[in-house]
């Protein structure tokens, strides 16, 4: 499954939470192990005619194999 959270608040700023698993599975005659994996992003909007600076982090648990 997959699933994400946005998160807004105050004064042009959010956050975002995306999350995989996926369980043990056959695929012929190859067994995959099960995974997950996280990524958590957070960003600021930069006044109404500026940009937006965002800062991600890619699994950062080391999860995904």
């Not at 995989?20 to 995959?32: I, V």
């Not at 990524?39 to 991600?56: A, E, H, P, T």
């Amino acid at each position: 499954f997959n699933t994400t959270q946005r998160l807004n608040f105050a004064k042009g700023y959010s956050a975002e939470i995306t999350g995989q698993y996926r369980s043990k599975q056959l695929n012929g005659q190859f067994l995959s192990l099960p995974y997950y994996g996280v990524n958590i992003g957070v960003q600021k909007k930069l006044g109404k005619n500026g940009g937006i600076l965002r800062f991600n982090v890619f699994y950062p648990f080391d999860s995904f194999l």
